[in-house]
């Protein structure tokens, strides 16, 4: 890969006082903890960070699940500085530009059949709470306006929006908000089973019974108060929790037969993460509406994408032509910069094949990321397409510690951006990792992993 954008002098060379870190209020970080101890990225460039001073870590976690096209890629940038320099913003409020049409033109190709329309964001989040209220557009557009009920699950992570919030189950994003979320919703009980899958490679064989909990949940609601089911098809930010065998089709077949919409979020599974476009192609079950961000643009300017299937859009297009059918869009839907990114993307992926690089690699992967099996503290690993977590046991009383002293280890000794979730280390490399970047990447994490008592 010889194509990245050379950095500028000035990325490399900023400096930040203490002024400076007290004035950055920082997201899902404890920042005094932080600002006592900086961890500062400059620059990026393919597979790697570099710190201020110029050290080069490698990156274990594409950013934040996102960078799957790799750091800095001169087709992005590029598209990027001319996007820029040509149509700095334009509304798509009663208004257009070609770029957005364009891209949803590519996108719903990508996505094949039943997949019709796709409604932009500006985030994973917003697209949660956009394919939520598309679900309650939909079934009062057809006369069943008492299906507002949402049935979320444990363990997920839908994003920090009030519909998502409400619809996820870390307790972490919860327990502050408690009392304002969402009132109709409901959870399904999470899929993770230590005692039975174990060191799982792929979809493990037991636990496709905890999807019938859905059907006890039908029944306590009634189906016509359910509106849509919400699930991550792979657990991401708890964990990486895989679906067992069968589990997802269950959930399927339930939901289609009350009536009740099936909606994906495929914010991290989306474009390549799992071996296709989107994780719903791998795994073989098809959802009414999905969610999308992170790796649409490769995570250069933040946005989103919901994906709805046919029908979905034509069941609000109904009154007079002159009557806006669905009250919700955002000041940045289809920004200009947002969109060249994503086409120069979709493009990247692919000339280089990378959609289909996970697949190519999984094996590969799987061997890796199991190697560490005998590795200190280690009481399970996962893996799917380019998805990998080691779990850790848990310090007594401290839960969480040992996976960060790992993190802090990674950074400041051994040259890796470790992804930390509770007690769990969560892999995630750029799809354009390499077989050696793999080795390196596994070699580092067992170093690391044996310097953390």
Known sequence: MNDIARPNQFSADVAVGQAALDAFWMPFTANRQYKSQPRLLARAEGMHYYTPEGRKLIDSAAGLWCVNAGHCRKPIVDAIAQAAGTLDFAPTFQMGHPLAFQLAETLVALAGKPFTQVFYTNSGSEAVDTALKMALAYHRARGEGQRTRLIGRERGYNGVGFGGMSTGGIVGNRKTFSGQMLPAVDHLPHT?????????????????????????????????????????????????????????????????????????????????????????????????LYTTAKGINSGTVPMGAVFAREGIYDALMQGPPTAMEFFHGYTYSAHPLACAAAIATQKLYADEGLLERASELEGYWADAVHSLRDARNVIDIRNIGLMGAVELASRDGAPGARAFEAHLKGFFEDDILLRVTGDIVALSPPLIVSKAQIDEIIGKLRTVLSKVD
């Not at 037991?206 to 006890?216: F, N, Q, Y």
């Not at 189906?223 to 657990?235: G, L, M």
């Open 192 to 288: 993770h089973d230590l005692a039975k899958n174990a060191f799982s490679r792929g979809q493990p064989a037991h636990g496709a019974d905890r999807a019938d909990e859905l059907e006890r949940l039908i029944a306590l609601h009634d189906a016509s108060t359910i509106a849509a089911v919400i699930v991550e098809p792979v657990a991401g930010s708890t964990g990486v929790l895989v679906p067992p065998v069968g589990y997802l089709q269950r959930l399927r077949e339930i939901t289609a037969k009350h009536g009740i919409l099936l909606i994906f979020d495929e914010v991290i599974t989306g474009f390549g993460r799992l071996g296709k476009p989107f994780g719903w192609q791998k795994l073989g079950v098809t959802p009414d």
